[in-house]
């Protein structure tokens, strides 16, 4: 068979494993070529991809980032009839199925081409772990031991100076960054979009601390919004998919929390440098899974599915699992952590 790969969205730590692991088992079992579209779905809409012979893949599993360049085009955008110019690519090159390798952006595309007749399986890719169907992601835990180390850093400096930082890290309409790498820094509050604790809240556990002696630390998921917030205190861009571009609560944050205790309070934004660098261990080896269980879909006809971790096994479901509803974090694990806040 020829297969093609893409990777589109945001990129994440851990693609060029999937990338690798794919490649290497179609061709040792398969006898698979693969090709490679650059840059997201818009590489499949202008036909510019890349072979992707197995030495093209040789170490790259250790390496951030991806190969094959990503961006967030849609080849629904505009009125655009996206099956059939995908389709006319496909035959063009000969390519029998296509892996896309993304998030919920991705994959909600995959699946609507699915529905036109075009054989594609997916990769859940996300580093905030928000995809439905799946117990985590890739890309997830490279993102929280990296948030992790920033933030135990900031409450180090924040001991030195008695004040109180505020540490946004990514989490678009989940918590989950936030809510690992808070607990493993032992922030003071952890503020997540699913359970929106007021300004009058926040305050209070950053009092509490302060007044024990302790340099406050807030780690704020991006999409979070205080729940006494009144309108428009953030005011948000739009993406190509519709989607609010996060970012800046940190420092709307801050300057509330200096102004209501007189506590000296500073704000720092990791951003991308979350999904920046090499893949732990963990991402590299379920990356790795994910993209050899991808072949195996292909090759079983599972097209309009999606590979998937269960517990400790890979299984595949259908895409709508995944695009359907967001994975939040749960009431019970919120309860777990609000005890140690304060």
Same mark, same amino acid.
């Given at each position: 068979?020829?297969?093609?790969?893409?990777?589109?969205?945001?990129?994440?730590?851990?693609?060029?494993?999937?990338?690798?692991?794919?490649?290497?088992?179609?061709?040792?079992?398969? #006898?698979?070529?693969?090709?490679?579209?650059?840059?997201?779905?818009?590489?499949?809409?202008?036909?510019?991809?890349?072979?992707?012979?197995? %030495?093209?893949?040789?170490?790259?599993?250790?390496?951030?980032?991806?190969?094959?360049?990503?961006?967030?085009?849609?080849?629904?955008?505009?009125?655009?009839? =996206?099956?059939?110019?995908?389709?006319?690519?496909?035959?063009?090159?000969?390519?029998?199925?296509?892996?896309?390798? =993304?998030?919920?952006?991705?994959?909600?595309?995959?699946?609507?081409?699915? #529905?036109?007749?075009?054989?594609?399986?997916?990769?859940?890719?996300?580093? !905030?772990?928000?995809?439905?169907?799946?117990?985590?992601?890739?890309?997830?835990?490279?993102?929280?031991?990296?948030?992790?180390?920033?933030?135990?850093?900031?409450?180090?400096?924040?001991?030195?100076?008695?004040?109180?930082?505020?540490?946004?890290?990514?989490?678009?309409?989940?918590?989950?960054?936030?809510?690992?790498?808070?607990?493993?820094?032992?922030?003071?509050?952890?503020?997540?979009? #699913?359970?929106?604790?007021?300004?009058?809240?926040?305050?209070?556990?950053?009092?509490?601390?302060?007044?024990?002696? %302790?340099?406050?630390?807030?780690?704020?998921?991006? &999409?979070?919004?205080?729940?006494?917030?009144?309108?428009?205190?953030? !005011?948000?861009?739009?993406? #190509?998919?519709?989607?609010?571009?996060?970012?800046?609560?940190?420092?709307?944050?801050?300057?509330?929390?200096?102004?209501?205790?007189?506590?000296?309070?500073?704000?720092?934004?990791?951003?991308?440098?979350?999904? =920046?660098?090499?893949?732990?261990?963990?991402? %590299?080896?379920?990356?790795?899974?994910?993209?050899? /269980?991808?072949?195996?879909?292909?090759?079983?006809? &599972?097209?309009? %599915?999606?590979? /998937?971790?269960?517990?400790?096994?890979?299984?595949?479901?259908?895409?709508?699992?995944?695009?359907?509803?967001?994975? /939040?974090?749960?009431?019970?694990?919120?309860?777990?952590?609000?005890?140690?806040?304060?």
């Amino acid at each position: 068979m020829k297969i093609g790969i893409l990777t589109s969205g945001g990129d994440c730590p851990g693609l060029n494993a999937v990338i690798r692991g794919a490649v290497i088992k179609g061709d040792k079992l398969f #006898e698979d070529e693969f090709i490679g579209y650059k840059d997201g779905w818009r590489g499949v809409i202008d036909g510019d991809w890349m072979t992707l012979p197995r %030495r093209r893949v040789r170490g790259i599993g250790r390496i951030g980032g991806t190969i094959l360049g990503t961006s967030r085009s849609n080849p629904f955008a505009d009125g655009e009839d =996206g099956a059939e110019i995908v389709r006319r690519h496909m035959d063009e090159n000969d390519v029998d199925g296509i892996i896309a390798i =993304g998030g919920d952006g991705t994959l909600f595309t995959a699946n609507r081409l699915f #529905e036109a007749g075009i054989p594609v399986v997916g990769v859940p890719k996300t580093v !905030d772990n928000d995809l439905d169907a799946t117990d985590y992601t890739f890309g997830f835990n490279t993102a929280v031991e990296i948030a992790t180390e920033s933030l135990d850093r900031l409450r180090m400096t924040g001991d030195s100076h008695h004040r109180c930082m505020v540490a946004e890290v990514m989490g678009r309409s989940v918590g989950w960054i936030a809510l690992h790498s808070g607990m493993a820094a032992g922030a003071h509050v952890i503020c997540l979009p #699913e359970f929106p604790l007021t300004i009058g809240e926040i305050c209070g556990y950053v009092k509490s601390a302060f007044d024990r002696g %302790r340099a406050p630390l807030v780690v704020v998921a991006e &999409g979070f919004v205080p729940k006494d917030a009144p309108e428009g205190f953030m !005011d948000y861009d739009l993406d #190509e998919f519709g989607r609010p571009r996060f970012g800046g609560i940190a420092q709307a944050l801050a300057p509330i929390i200096e102004e209501r205790l007189g506590i000296e309070s500073r704000a720092t934004v990791l951003g991308h440098i979350q999904r =920046g660098g090499e893949p732990t261990g963990y991402d %590299r080896v379920l990356a790795t899974r994910l993209g050899t /269980a991808a072949v195996d879909l292909v090759h079983h006809n &599972g097209f309009g %599915r999606m590979v /998937a971790l269960r517990g400790t096994e890979i299984v595949d479901v259908p895409l709508t699992e995944a695009i359907d509803s967001v994975k /939040a974090v749960p009431r019970n694990r919120w309860d777990e952590m609000r005890i140690l806040f304060g």
